[in-house]
């Protein structure tokens, strides 16, 4: 998009000149260049260290170790170069599943790697990305027409693998990973996708975040369709 199109700049009719924002222009610009070296600096990375955090920017700007490492103990080579945007997948290993090349020492090395390139904040489990614009190209990784449903595949593996206090924690973030695919999910599945939007619901009432939780029962109630509940038994 140009800055004539952001309306940064415009043609001034009365006065027969163009005008702009100075302030403006230059923010845009500054953020455009910021964007670009992350960019190439995320595609220098060692394409293990890659992968991971393309993996880590679909969970947000806060996330969990264990969270990234599960995925990638689940996911394999073919999902994970199908969901790669096209120029991002030429050097990925070679072996059929990622988890095959991977060990408990090359996670902690990736991990480590986020931290030295100064592109996460690693405190024990927790990592934070240092800043937004991080995360969002780590998430241009992901080719577009992929995003939604590879964020699916991601809350259904963390959905599977994660110990039930870890998912209890993560349920928020978990529900939100599942929704993105919920228009691709089997008929088998959308009573799960339901009963966990109705438990995300829940908990966000307890919390006050009513808006929130009106999501969740709406997305919960789509996933069963024109039936609503009629069949089912909806957990205490």
């Given at each position: 998009m140009s800055l004539y199109d952001e309306k940064l700049i415009q043609y001034n009719f009365g006065a027969m000149k163009w005008t702009w924002d100075d302030d403006a222009v230059n923010s845009k610009i500054v953020t455009e260049n910021v964007a670009s070296v992350l960019v190439n600096k995320i595609n220098r990375l060692q394409e293990e260290t890659k992968t991971m955090l393309m993996v880590a920017s679909c969970l947000g700007a806060n996330f969990r170790k264990?969270?990234?490492?599960?995925?990638?103990?689940?996911?394999?080579?073919?999902?994970?170069?199908?969901?790669?945007?096209?120029?991002?997948?030429?050097?990925?290993?070679?072996?059929?599943?990622?988890?095959?090349?991977?060990?408990?020492?090359?996670?902690?090395?990736?991990?480590?790697?986020?931290?030295?390139?100064?592109?996460?904040?690693?405190?024990?489990?927790?990592?934070?990305f240092m800043h937004d614009q991080i995360q969002s190209?780590?998430?241009?990784?992901?080719?577009?027409?992929?995003?939604?449903?590879?964020?699916?595949?991601?809350?259904?593996?963390?959905?599977?693998?994660?110990?039930?206090?870890?998912?209890?924690?993560?349920?928020?973030?978990?529900?939100?990973l599942l929704n993105c695919a919920a228009s691709n999910i089997t008929d088998g599945e959308r009573d799960e996708l339901?009963?966990?939007?109705?438990?995300?619901?829940?908990?966000?009432?307890?919390?006050?975040a009513f808006c929130a939780a009106k999501v969740y029962f709406k997305a919960g109630h789509g996933a069963l369709g024109k039936g609503g509940w009629e069949g089912n038994i909806v957990p205490c």
């Open positions: 264990s969270a990234v490492v599960e995925v990638m103990k689940n996911i394999s080579q073919a999902e994970m170069r199908g969901s790669m945007r096209s120029g991002s997948t030429e050097s990925l290993l070679s072996s059929d599943h990622l988890s095959d090349s991977f060990t408990e020492r090359a996670y902690e090395t990736s991990i480590e790697e986020f931290e030295e390139e100064g592109l996460c904040e690693v405190d024990d489990e927790e990592c934070r190209a780590a998430f241009e990784l992901i080719s577009p027409e992929k995003r939604e449903s590879f964020r699916g595949r991601i809350g259904s593996i963390l959905l599977r693998s994660l110990p039930p206090e870890e998912l209890e924690a993560s349920l928020f973030e978990v529900v939100g339901a009963v966990m939007n109705l438990k995300a619901g829940i908990r966000a009432s307890e919390n006050a």
